[in-house]
DNA sequence: CTGTTAGCGCCTTCAT
DNA sequence: ATGAAGGCGCTAACAG
């Protein structure tokens, strides 16, 4: 036997880290460590005369408590990770903004990631986040790898799934009947008036929920027995220029069209933009729906006429869901539909 | 004396949490748990035979290395929190997006922080983050709080201040010279021939950057003996709305106005659509310039003219200065000013 | 190249 | 209400 506890002398750290730690202010407070710890975790459970020792002890020393030791110990570091397709796509951000403000102020952090709608990459990411030990999970969609629905349900942690509604969804999920939306606006362009009508989209391949809302407005118009089945679409995603490029090709080819009904405002205000640049008049010689209600939409002229999911509010229900669980209490109901909401404006 | 290591027995965890651990694919592939770690981190110093044997069992166990534990052993957790004033503010998205395509690529996460402009926040923030071990920190502008200057320099990791350029920086910095580029528009607009130019801009109490760039507008229209400091300028953060109001403010109150000078494009933009839907021709009756070079810009009519500085480009620039820190490998430079180009469009 | 030992800093369990 | 002991899962340091 070389040395037994008592002999440890005062080692210097492994390494130059020379951060102060919860022994530090114990010894300062003249307390054990789980006494300080308890300060910091559950003050209750520690008389009033300790607790103010060893508060005076953290200023002192400035202690900062190191959230990797603790979360080894306790299973469960404070770090929810939020992953989306994509960062350049303003509704996403929209929805983390409102996620990150709630954890943030319940005390949890946000760890980004992003896939570039590509699901073995999710599964992948998965994998990796789920190292840090989080406290749950936010992801997008209801559609993942069997293996990341297999780990995740096996994992026994809150997740919430986004954007999207269904049965199949993991635990929790917030979002919208994109079915159902599209079919809204194809209903309000045929209550209009208009029959000639096309849905037009960017990145569709990638994007199935698009595709959903472009299957609701196929569905409306056959319903509504117009034989009108016109998808123009381009490769690259949503962009105002996606918007123009797409606007041109529909016009060309289908130079009597009434309506278009975009997979987003992103698109449909780069149509409109380009439309008065061109001297089209809207909803005059052509209409145009969009889709998300960006306040771009607004400003525009014609204001576009959309239809408007809350995805702040998205964002924060979801962070809501999921701390309602972490907090032990019980949420109403594991599926919200944030729902969303016809805006007539002038462009229809 | 209870039992000495050799009497441990197969406990059960602590927790529920059965998760495969470095420990269970050491049994199965018949080596030491140090081996296994090797075999992840430095492969190079395992001879093949162990190495297969290795990956074998860690595919065969669905094995997923514990970062949290890994952190707290190796003090480093591959984690780089990244500040940022707002998230309702397309700019710091933008950069966000650059520095987190470029920290996943190499293997690091991003965790997002939010200050709201509170330096308080930021402090505090910042104590709490440094609780992870990140690998490293990236935050925004050069103005912090005493403490957080201290505790970071103590630190003795890298950290990356984004946005603006300075000597002041507390370690690496990527930014642009925001009264230069201030004085580069104001300058421009001077060269077009107008005279009667004001500084338009919003939430500039807590946005600092906008005030240099308003500095640097002054300025130049100073020495180029052009007696015009008119400053117009809301509480609201910025957005088309603001834009919106402070144009007709101005308007209202100084209607001889040549040219405006927008603190930012989204302001710029709300301004260009309302001037659209009230008739007023740009640049005919008024000339309006912006900064930032959004992609909006291009599709308004006019097009803006605007200084473009390269958002994502300086994300994927402070990724790799610190990336290059992290791994060793010394940068050309700790201060990259990551600069900016005058756009000439329609609007002047 | 491989293994042994001893923590990283905190918290859980159990005793007092 | 407080403390002692031990472990969370992994890796640095030091053998061999």
Redesign the interface.
Known sequence: MTTNKAGIRERRR????NRVTIQDVAKQAGVAPITVSRVLNTPEKVSVKLRERVDHAVQAL?Y??????G??AS?G?R?I?VVVPS??I?TF?EV??GI??TL?AAGY??????TDFDLDREAALM???????PSGVILTGLQHRESAVRRLKAW?RPVVEIMELGDTCIDMCVGVQNAEAGACMANHLLERGYRRIAFLGAGMARDYRARQRFEGHRETLKSAGVECDLLFQCEEPS???AG?NVFLEALEKCPDLEAMHFANDNLA??AI??A??QGIRIPGDLAIGGYLGL??G????PRLTTVTVPRYEMGVEAARLLLARLEGRSSLSDQVDIGYELTVREST
């Open positions: 492994h390494r130059g880290d400035g900062v408590p190191n959230l990797i030791a979360g080894l299973a570091t770090v990770p960062l350049s303003l951000i983390i903004h990150q403000e943030e952090q946000v760890l980004l990631g992003s994998d990796s986040v789920l190292g840090y030990s026994g962009s105002y220029d123009r205000a780069g933009m380009e008065n640049r306040s771009l607004e400003h525009l002229s």
